[in-house]
């Protein structure tokens, strides 16, 4: 434990002193003076525009970093050979895994939190002047949570890529494709179930539910809709999304690990 | 400890091809390496560019597997944390991690290495200033020059005093000063009881810090060399060496 917190803490530190953080702290501050701006233009559905703007641009924002950062820091390991020295550091492979890991996530509730910290007062400053819109600010924070647990699952993704293959290119695009794959597949589903969907060969109709089986749904993590339009969602349903979040991720994490152990490392 | 007759490395009967790409041919790099160092030994790896000494090492390490044939390290299995724990790796043209500085570097490889609290800052001044970069040591790496990424390599190297030190290349981009430095290193860790393998194309310095010496070329070892005993200088015997081994062929 005290060498995957010793790799954690270096990821850390990596990640603090690379430049596009702060780019992203700045863009952060630069998007939240254009509330006033946004407000002045929309003065009717105000509350709600906001939220979903200050939602919207975390997501993004947490998100692009999050994968700049960890395609940046693990796979230039690959690319430079610094991953040769450093499996030959006094460690096990698997803890070169895990620490990467946890020091990417630590990372992510860093960066999570100061980002809203800085938009939330903001929506909820201008939320004030419309009664009508209530503001919970636990579910910014519900939110948060989801969000992580979205950055935890690709980081781990982001891993596995790591253990399976040498070439960065082929990383980036299967963690992309995880992504946007993960975030469609539910509207695939509905698609199914509409006419034309009904029509489809069952060749690949068994082919798309294969692939939902082995994607991570995305979407369940997706709670900025319900949360801005104020429908919330049941605790329970919460609850299996976060427990379905948890348990990819230890699965993924735990092939990757598998993987690495076995890895060639040229 | 290490093994019953005393060797930190042995190695036996190696072989490694690598697969190749999607239109390459593999490629066999080790053809049957074998040999072994023994505890306290300076021992160096000398064949042209691409014979399979980085290759070597690397097996060694843990960090690639041969295809077939045995590696022991102080008894045990490359790759394993016990091992580790151990033995220490300079790579050829290091490349660390860049946006840490030179301190926080060294810093995280001692405590890998078991150090800690007034003991580790300490080392970690102590080894800054002998490989000259006591003043650098704020500095991000990716500010250092060539020499410099060498000298911390060379100080992560011996930190922490570890039985078997493994250094490809390690006087590679240093200035005379700067090789001087390093020789004097290895010779002092040697005294220390330590066991050094490196690999050099400077025969020269390979001559005067190493106990004994093979030849590789073409992913085999040619001939064990015991520098003590020659006669003539080490890159007549080298050449002499390969030239025999081309009219053979
Ligand atoms: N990952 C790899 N894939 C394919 N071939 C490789 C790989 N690594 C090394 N080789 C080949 O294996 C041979 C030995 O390489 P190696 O790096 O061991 O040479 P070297 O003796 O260290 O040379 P140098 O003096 O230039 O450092 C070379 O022909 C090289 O092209
Ligand atoms: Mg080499």
Same mark, same amino acid.
């Given at each position: 434990?005290?060498?995957?917190?010793?790799?954690?803490?270096?990821?850390?530190?990596?990640?603090?002193?690379?430049?596009?953080?702060?780019?992203?702290?700045?863009?952060?501050?630069?998007?939240?003076?254009?509330?006033?701006?946004?407000?002045?233009?929309?003065?009717?559905?105000?509350?709600?525009? *906001?939220?979903?703007?200050?939602?919207?641009?975390?997501?993004? %924002?947490?998100?692009?970093?999050?994968?700049?950062?960890?395609?940046?820091?693990?796979?230039?390991?690959?690319?430079? /050979?610094?991953?040769?020295?450093?499996?030959?550091?006094?460690?096990?492979?698997?803890?070169?895994?895990?620490? &990467?890991?946890?020091?990417?996530?630590?990372?992510?509730?860093?960066?999570?939190?100061?980002?809203?910290?800085?938009?939330?007062?903001?929506?909820?400053?201008?939320?004030?002047?419309?009664?009508?819109?209530?503001?919970?600010?636990?579910?910014?924070?519900?939110?948060?949570?989801?969000?992580?647990?979205?950055?935890?699952?690709? !980081?781990?993704?982001? *891993?596995?890529?790591?253990?399976?293959?040498? &070439?960065?290119?082929?990383?980036?695009?299967?963690? %992309?494709?995880?992504?946007?794959?993960?975030?469609?597949?539910?509207?695939?589903?509905?698609?199914?179930?509409?006419?034309?969907?009904?029509?489809?060969?069952?060749?690949?109709? %068994?082919?798309?539910? !294969? !692939?939902?089986?082995?994607?991570?749904?995305?979407?369940?993590?997706?709670?900025?809709?319900?949360?801005?339009?104020?429908?919330?969602?049941?605790?329970?349903? *919460?609850?299996?999304?976060?427990?379905?979040?948890?348990?990819?991720?230890?699965?993924?994490?735990?092939?990757?690990?598998?993987?690495?152990? /076995?890895?060639?490392?040229? | 400890?290490?093994?019953?007759?005393?060797?930190?490395?042995?190695?036996?009967?190696?072989?490694?091809?690598?697969?190749?790409?999607?239109?390459?041919?593999?490629?066999?790099?080790?053809?049957?390496?074998?040999?072994?160092?023994?505890?306290?030994?300076?021992?160096?790896?000398?064949?042209?560019?691409?014979?399979?000494?980085?290759?070597?090492?690397?097996?060694?390490?843990?960090?690639?597997?041969?295809?077939?044939?045995?590696?022991?390290?102080?008894?045990?299995?490359?790759?394993?944390?016990?091992?580790?724990?151990?033995?220490?790796?300079?790579?050829?043209?290091?490349?660390?991690?860049?946006?840490?500085?030179?301190?926080?570097?060294?810093?995280?490889?001692?405590?890998?290495?078991?150090?800690?609290?007034?003991?580790?800052?300490?080392?970690?001044?102590?080894?800054?200033?002998?490989?000259?970069?006591?003043?650098?040591?704020?500095?991000?790496?990716?500010?250092?020059?060539?020499?410099?990424?060498?000298?911390?390599?060379?100080?992560?190297?011996?930190?922490?005093?570890?039985?078997?030190?493994?250094?490809?290349?390690?006087?590679?981009?240093?200035?005379?000063?700067?090789?001087?430095?390093?020789?004097?290193?290895?010779?002092?860790?040697?005294?220390?009881?330590?066991?050094?393998?490196?690999?050099?194309?400077?025969?020269?310095?390979?001559?005067?810090?190493?106990?004994?010496?093979?030849?590789?070329?073409?992913?085999?070892?040619?001939?064990?060399?015991?520098?003590?005993?020659?006669?003539?200088?080490?890159?007549?015997?080298?050449?002499?060496?390969?030239?025999?081994?081309?009219?053979?062929?």
């Amino acid at each position: 434990m005290k060498r995957v917190i010793e790799l954690a803490r270096i990821t850390v530190k990596q990640a603090i002193k690379e430049r596009s953080f702060y780019v992203i702290l700045i863009a952060t501050l630069l998007a939240v003076l254009a509330v006033p701006v946004l407000y002045s233009f929309t003065m009717f559905e105000v509350p709600r525009v *906001l939220a979903g703007f200050a939602l919207s641009y975390t997501n993004f %924002a947490v998100l692009i970093l999050m994968l700049f950062l960890v395609m940046n820091l693990s796979q230039t390991d690959l690319d430079r /050979k610094t991953l040769q020295y450093v499996i030959s550091l006094p460690i096990r492979r698997r803890d070169y895994v895990f620490g &990467r890991f946890l020091g990417f996530v630590f990372f992510a509730c860093i960066l999570i939190f100061f980002i809203l910290a800085i938009t939330v007062p903001f929506v909820a400053l201008f939320s004030r002047m419309r009664p009508d819109a209530p503001f919970y600010i636990g579910y910014y924070f519900l939110y948060g949570v989801f969000l992580l647990i979205e950055v935890a699952l690709l !980081v781990a993704i982001a *891993l596995l890529f790591l253990s399976l293959t040498s &070439r960065t290119i082929v990383s980036m695009f299967g963690v %992309a494709g995880c992504y946007i794959v993960g975030h469609t597949m539910d509207e695939v589903a509905e698609f199914l179930r509409t006419g034309t969907g009904m029509n489809m060969p069952v060749f690949s109709k %068994a082919v798309i539910q !294969v !692939v939902r089986y082995i994607f991570p749904n995305l979407a369940l993590f997706d709670v900025k809709t319900a949360f801005i339009y104020g429908k919330g969602m049941d605790g329970m349903s *919460l609850f299996l999304s976060l427990l379905y979040g948890v348990l990819y991720t230890v699965i993924v994490l735990l092939l990757a690990v598998v993987l690495f152990e /076995k890895k060639e490392v040229y | 400890m290490s093994a019953v007759n005393g060797n930190v490395v042995e190695v036996t009967n190696i072989c490694k091809t690598f697969k190749g790409d999607l239109f390459q041919k593999p490629f066999s790099a080790l053809k049957d390496i074998s040999f072994e160092i023994e505890k306290g030994e300076s021992f160096g790896l000398i064949g042209v560019n691409g014979a399979g000494k980085s290759t070597t090492i690397k097996i060694i390490l843990g960090v690639i597997f041969p295809d077939s044939g045995e590696v022991k390290i102080l008894g045990d299995s490359p790759g394993a944390l016990k091992v580790k724990k151990k033995i220490s790796y300079l790579p050829e043209n290091p490349v660390f991690y860049e946006n840490l500085n030179g301190e926080d570097f060294i810093k995280f490889v001692g405590r890998l290495r078991g150090l800690e609290g007034k003991v580790l800052r300490d080392e970690v001044e102590r080894w800054l200033f002998k490989v000259n970069l006591e003043k650098d040591g704020k500095k991000p790496l990716k500010k250092y020059s060539r020499g410099m990424i060498q000298r911390i390599g060379l100080a992560q190297a011996f930190i922490g005093n570890p039985e078997l030190v493994i250094l490809d290349e390690p006087l590679n981009g240093l200035d005379p000063l700067g090789r001087r430095m390093a020789r004097d290193l290895i010779e002092e860790t040697l005294r220390l009881g330590t066991t050094v393998f490196f690999t050099s194309h400077i025969l020269e310095d390979i001559e005067r810090i190493c106990h004994r010496v093979a030849i590789i070329h073409s992913g085999r070892i040619l001939r064990f060399v015991d520098v003590k005993d020659l006669k003539e200088g080490l890159e007549e015997v080298f050449i002499r060496t390969l030239e025999e081994y081309e009219e053979s062929n």
